[in-house]
């Protein structure tokens, strides 16, 4: 059967399309904070922890919440759509 048949998905831009689309972008939109924000606090808090156990306060904490804060900024431009454009390391035509 070909599903073809229902209304709403005339085209490529139906109203069904476009309502997933504006989902799937408020999700994305409401996901990203959380996950920058979640990766500094766990690495600051095993910091922090890490800091108590071996009295070596402040150091840990800055480092591990740097580290938290570089892998969340990675995993928000990972998750983030990409303009369609080529990835570094592939070759164009042109080249």
Known sequence: MDDNSDPDSSGPSSPRKKAEDVTRQSAL???LPFTLVGAVV?????GYLLDKWLHTSPWLLVILGAVGFYGGVREVIRRLPGDGGPKRG???NSE
């Open 29 to 31: 939109a409401l996901e």
């Open 90 to 92: 592939q070759r164009t």
């Open 42 to 46: 766990v690495g600051g808090a095993l």
